[in-house]
């Protein structure tokens, strides 16, 4: 068996391999430094060089060089803090991302309604573990409602309840992802089977986690053919994706709208609005459709950003081509 099976290898990367150059080997990446990468390849784990991948990643390599990227089939991406429409990949590839929610600290919905929109946006399937669970306990009636349509597991990889039963919901690629200190690297070693990903204590004052895992890393389960990609706590989480990964995150609020009077109702003080009738009648939490209202803003922001970086670049082209066309038309007007 090749080193390549522990990490995800299928027929898909198969085929997308032999579409390019044979001379060079396939590889996945599976931790990224700067202008460095370690990529597991038919013969281990080697160190290569090469930019613009990420944990995940399917690659071509060529004397320990980047040769090409395949093409991703899902990838974490979020909208970088800050005035740019920057963004940022988490992780590639992954088939599945397990969102944490501690139980040992104050329940944050609209920070688990982002998340998981941050995943559909991905293409991977998010499921929701609430972690801790021997330490505390959250509503999980709420984390319910937040998460239509989402697996949600309650975990404790102290006495190691509902560890099965998450497994069963996971396939392939599996990253985690949460706040810091919300007990990721401590699910991913119950899963493992073993102490293998560093962990560190949170602070004592408020509960949050002091940053312990610093890199992203694929680490193959041996014992079920699911590859773990550990990620460090973010402290934000932009959303850009699409609006379509809002209406999958707010599927309940997406499926009452559509019976709204007016088709392009903005569920403000229309008459027959179906989503203000839910939280009249108590189906539907004003925080929850104020948030849901807020990642589309954000979301249609993201994407008006993502133009305007657009047209500017197209401006630039287009200053290029004719600073160049006045250069021709100066050496052409001389010679006449
Ligand atoms: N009681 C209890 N403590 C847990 C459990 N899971 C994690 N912890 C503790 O929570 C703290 C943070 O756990 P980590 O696994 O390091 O958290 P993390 O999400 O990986 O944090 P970062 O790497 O900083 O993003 C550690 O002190 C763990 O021992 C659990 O199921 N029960
Ligand atoms: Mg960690
Ligand atoms: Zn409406």
Known sequence: ??????????????????????????????????????????????????????????????????AATLPRRTAIERASAGSTSDTQVLGANVDTVVVTVASDTALDLGRVERYIT?????????????????????????VLAAAPGVEV??????????????????????????????????????????????????????????HTTVRRELVPIPSSALVLLDTPGLRSVGVQGSEDAVASAFSDVDELAALCRFGDCAHEHEPGCA????????ELTERRLGNYRKLLRENAWAMSRQDARARSQKLREYKQISKSLRVKYAIDGRKR
């Open 153 to 210: 597991c309650t975990t404790s990889a102290v006495d190691g309840s509902g560890i099965d039963s998450l497994t069963a919901h996971l396939r392939g690629t599996v990253a985690l992802i949460g706040p810091s200190g919300s007990g990721k690297s401590t699910l991913g070693n119950a899963l493992l089977g073993g102490s293998v990903l560093e962990t560190g204590a949170t602070r004592s004052a408020d509960g949050k986690g002091r």
């Open 1 to 66: 068996m090749s080193p390549l099976d522990h990490y995800g290898l299928d027929q898909h990367w198969l085929t997308e391999f032999e579409k390019l150059s044979q001379k060079t080997t396939l590889a996945r990446v599976v931790r990224v430094d700067r202008g460095e990468f370690d990529a597991v390849t038919d013969s281990g784990i080697v160190r290569c060089t090469g930019t613009g991948i990420c944990t995940g990643d399917w690659v071509t390599l060529d004397s320990f060089r980047l």
């Open 118 to 142: 941050l995943v559909w946006g991905s293409g991977a399937v998010p499921v929701v573990a609430i972690t801790k669970t021997d330490s505390g306990s959250v509503a999980e009636e709420l």
């Open 275 to 282: 989503v203000l009738a839910a939280v009249d009648a108590g």
